[in-house]
């Protein structure tokens, strides 16, 4: 049977070593997933903690994005049991904004247009650098602003859990380069659980305290990123765990991405 429950909201903290562990924003067991005969997920256990950012890798149709999309509440478990913060929030590769509503509105899209919204709405545009847009019309915006709205808008609710769902993959190398600075600053800020679903193994280990590497419905790999912040492609140590990841998926060689 499938259970999907809430998590108690916990407050965002640094736990020093020998502390209590950081509360947990997502706790799966044995989890499946099914379409037609086909089990898309089938048996995955996996904890998420708070302030702790994973990356999900694995072959298209290994059901990432469908692992995702259950975590968000969007989608259904066939077995196994799933609990999950009730504070999460989802950007997805399209902005998906609004395009008769303001970006400020966008940001707070579902609360009561009023000035408390607007200075929630005015906070949230001011950490990713768009506090002069915030009364421009979705349409005059570049694709990296207007992906720089919907992460906003998915911090303004502060969560307990960011789920990212290849939220790059349409940007240009610059503004891909760029937004990457921008959620690494975010996530220390604001410590949510992270969850990133990319195909790109280098954005996997440049952002990442953990990869997971989905494959025949469950988790065939899953690894500690223990490389120094900031973290170069040149060192030596992200290229042996790059060709381990490609090696992983299926790749023979560690150049290019995953």
Known sequence: MSLHSPLSPATPRLVPSGAAPPPVAVELGGLRRVFGERAVLDGIDLTLRRGEFVSLLGPSGTGKTTLLR??????????GTVRVAEARSVVFQEPRLVPAKRVWQNVVIGHRPNAEARRLAGAALEEVGLSRHADAWPKTLSGGEAQRVALARALAREPSLLLLDEPFAALDALTRIRMHDLVAQLWRRHLPAVLLVTHDVDEAILLSDRVIVLSGGGIAFDTAV?????????????????????????????????
């Open 70 to 79: 259950i975590l968000a509440g969007l989608d259904r478990a066939d077995g």
């Open 226 to 258: 223990d490389l120094p912040r900031p973290r170069q492609r040149s060192d030596r140590a992200f290229g042996v765990l790059r060709a381990r990841l490609l090696a992983e998926l299926g790749v023979g060689s560690a150049e290019g991405h995953g």
